[in-house]
Every structure is written in structure tokens, then in C-alpha cells.
Nanobody, 128 residues
């Protein structure tokens, strides 16, 4: 059974930082690109960041670029999202998701349609 479990969310003031974690089980973690999406109140789920299976390649949304850093530890089956300079508009539920990179091409897909395994999400609230 595939499980993705996010943690690290919480309430922070604008300008501060948070680090989210997502621990994965039930799949061969090193065969998967891992992404972070978020869903703000009343909005659709949107792409935030992705890291390839090896960690070599990453991609970020315009909003995340320069403030967020994605990383992974394949030995721990864990992907991280370090978020800095947080803004009230970053308030959302953050989800991690897995994409099977069968040929291990270091793919970094941004489309929500490419992801079939999801965590339950962790709430991030940024106060002004």
C-alpha cells in the first residue's frame, strides 16, 4: 500500500520559514519524481515544486522560485520543501505527490495530471 505522509505545517508569521517533510512508503522511492502542490482556500490545486528521482533536476513555480527549496533523501524515502520568506498568500494545504519515472530520465513534470499517488496534505497558515 502506497503511503505519502506530509508533516511540518503550522502557523507562522510572514517572513518566517517552515520545512515540510513527506515520508513515502509502499513504492520504490528512488524510481519516482516527487512534487509539492498546494491548494489555497477556494482555489484549484496548483504546482509548487518538483525534484527528479536522483535529485539532479528541480523545478519551481514562479511564486516559489527564490524562496522555496525542494530536496530529497532517497535513503530515508523522504522529500522536503524548505519555505522561506513566507507570505500570507502562501497559506494553503500542501500536498506531496509521486510520479513514476520508469526510465529514470530525471523527469520533473509540473502537471497535476501526471501524479497518481498523493498524501493527505499539511496545513500551512501564514499570518500578516
Amino acid at each position: 500500500q502506497v503511503q505519502l505522509v506530509e508533516s511540518g505545517g503550522g502557523l507562522v508569521q510572514a517572513g518566517n520559514s517552515l520545512r515540510l517533510s513527506c515520508v513515502v512508503s509502499g513504492l520504490t522511492f528512488s524510481h519516482y519524481a516527487m512534487a509539492w502542490f498546494r491548494q489555497r482556500p477556494g482555489e484549484d490545486r496548483e504546482f509548487v515544486s518538483v525534484i527528479s528521482w536522483s535529485g539532479r533536476d528541480t523545478d519551481y513555480s514562479d511564486s516559489a522560485k527564490g524562496r522555496f527549496t525542494v530536496s530529497r533523501d532517497n535513503a530515508k524515502n523522504t522529500v522536503y520543501l524548505q519555505m522561506s520568506s513566507l507570505r500570507p498568500e502562501d497559506t494553503a494545504i500542501y500536498y506531496c505527490a509521486a510520479f513514476k519515472d520508469s526510465a529514470r530520465f530525471d523527469l520533473v513534470p509540473r502537471s497535476i495530471l501526471d501524479y497518481h499517488d498523493w498524501g493527505q496534505g499539511t496545513q500551512v497558515t501564514v499570518s500578516s
